[in-house]
């Protein structure tokens, strides 16, 4: 098992087209180029906002696939969106196949708070597959509470954890506890919003989307050369974006209207049922973009 490179690992939005949601490819490979040309430490494929829940079969192959190849050597995760382990197989065997070289591990939700029967479903996936586990703990998307000690309690009983992505709120005061007790690298996501203190907490970086990455991986940059205080400055002209952004429910629906005024995505279209971007925060987002212009 290896442990995660530490840094950015911008998590990737499914670019869709036309009234049948199709997958976007072209779209999709210059998302790629965006995160490949900061260069990002690495990239999820079909996490949560990459709405992986929502595709089949068909499409999670050729969603990876693409990324696998217009990655080039950047590593890649993929994320299983099933809760069930006989499903969650099927994907991470999927996934596997269509990743190739570039897999470096599987995100595979917190689907009970019990660490035998968790420990038990991230065992039959690894076991199945021969992948490294990223363990996510993302209770507004998985209904799951799990405690920092259970969390804990599984990681030290599968060494095949490359990593613990670490989105329950506080997330900086979760993330402060798992770093003094593991030595496996933990990230922070949401979009950033709470990036400057989990970096101070001990964050190994960030796995998340954010319309502007670049401004992502400056910050962690600056933490490593200065520190928090320089963590600070560096990001915080991008928060109200960010924040702006990470609005819940229709936060992904922002960040592909975002995308799409960058010219990264063709279309902003999010699948049903997510919640669709309302006229009245649409008419928003050029306010945000001009003020971040020349920070670009």
């Known amino acids: 098992m290896t442990h995660l490179k530490k840094g950015l690992w911008g998590v990737l939005a499914t670019p869709f087209s036309g009234p049948s949601f199709d997958v976007d490819t072209e779209s999709l490979r210059r998302e790629v180029a965006l995160y490949t040309g900061i260069p990002s430490t690495g990239m999820v494929v079909l996490g949560v906002f990459g709405e992986g829940s929502t595709l089949d079969t068909a ?10 190849e217009a990655a080039g050597d950047t590593p890649l995760v993929v ?4 809760r069930s382990t006989h499903v969650a197989i099927e994907q991470a065997r999927t996934a596997v196949e269509a990743a190739g070289s570039n897999l470096d591990a599987l995100m595979v939700q917190v689907n009970t708070p019990q ?6 479903h991230f065992t039959a996936i690894h076991e199945a597959t ?11 998307a998985s209904g799951v509470k799990i405690s920092t000690a259970q969390i804990l309690a599984v990681v030290e009983r599968c060494p095949f954890i490359a990593a613990v992505k670490s989105e329950a709120p506080p997330t900086a005061a979760a993330i402060a506890a798992l770093t003094r007790a593991t030595d496996v690298p933990v990230f922070g996501g949401l979009g950033g919003v709470g990036l400057i203190d989990e970096l101070a907490a001990g964050a190994s970086g960030a796995m998340t989307g954010f319309s502007h990455p ?3 991986q400056t910050a962690i940059e600056a933490n490593d050369d200065g520190g928090f205080r320089a963590a600070r400055d560096a990001f915080a002209p991008w928060l109200p974006l960010a924040n702006f952004e990470g609005q819940p429910g229709i936060g992904l629906a922002l960040r592909k209207e975002i995308l799409k005024r960058r010219g990264i995505i063709a279309d902003a279209s999010v699948r049903p049922p997510s919640p669709t971007l309302p006229a009245e925060l649409a008419d928003m987002i050029d306010a945000h973009l001009d003020a971040v212009k020349e920070l670009a």
Do not use: M
Request: cysteine-free.
């Open 115 to 120: 660490p035998d029967a968790l420990t038990a």
């Open 59 to 68: 499409e999670q192959r050729l969603i990876v696939s693409t990324v696998a």
């Open 130 to 140: 021969g992948a490294d586990i990223v363990l996510q703990d993302y209770p507004v």
């Open 214 to 216: 670049e401004a992502l």
């Open 79 to 82: 994320g299983l969106s099933a």
